[in-house]
């Protein structure tokens, strides 16, 4: 799992959710790379305007192997979507192994919610 942290500008954070959700532009673009498995999208309800999304990928070879190949374009992306936000995080990058029960990854996820910690 590869996960961000973004800070989305005000008034943006639809075109972001349509960008970098589940079936959004960055999804598709992955989708066309051997060992992609899909992509979450968190919205914290704290912090209006912060998201966490996750990309999940059979191994870190094969993410690494995608963006070298389509470098050019993932640049491209990256750029346009830059817009949209006004800070980005790479949070790192995870091996799973949790005991909760996810849904099924099978090139697409889901968009949901998180609350702030009490």
């Not at 005000?10 to 992609?36: L, T, V």
């Amino acid at each position: 799992m590869i996960l961000w942290e973004f800070h989305v500008k005000p008034g943006r954070e639809e075109r972001f959710e349509q960008a970098c959700g589940p079936e959004g532009d960055w999804a598709r673009f992955f989708g066309q790379g051997s060992g992609y498995l899909g992509t979450e999208l968190d919205r914290d309800l704290q912090k209006k305007g912060r998201y966490l999304p996750a990309d999940y990928w059979t191994s870190q070879t094969a993410y690494e192997s995608f963006r070298e190949q389509r470098l050019e374009e993932y640049r491209a992306l990256d750029q346009k979507c830059g817009a949209l936000t006004e800070r980005e995080t790479a949070l790192g990058t995870f091996l799973c192994r949790g005991t909760v029960q996810r849904p099924a990854r099978t090139r697409t996820a889901s968009l949901s919610v998180m609350g702030g910690m009490q």
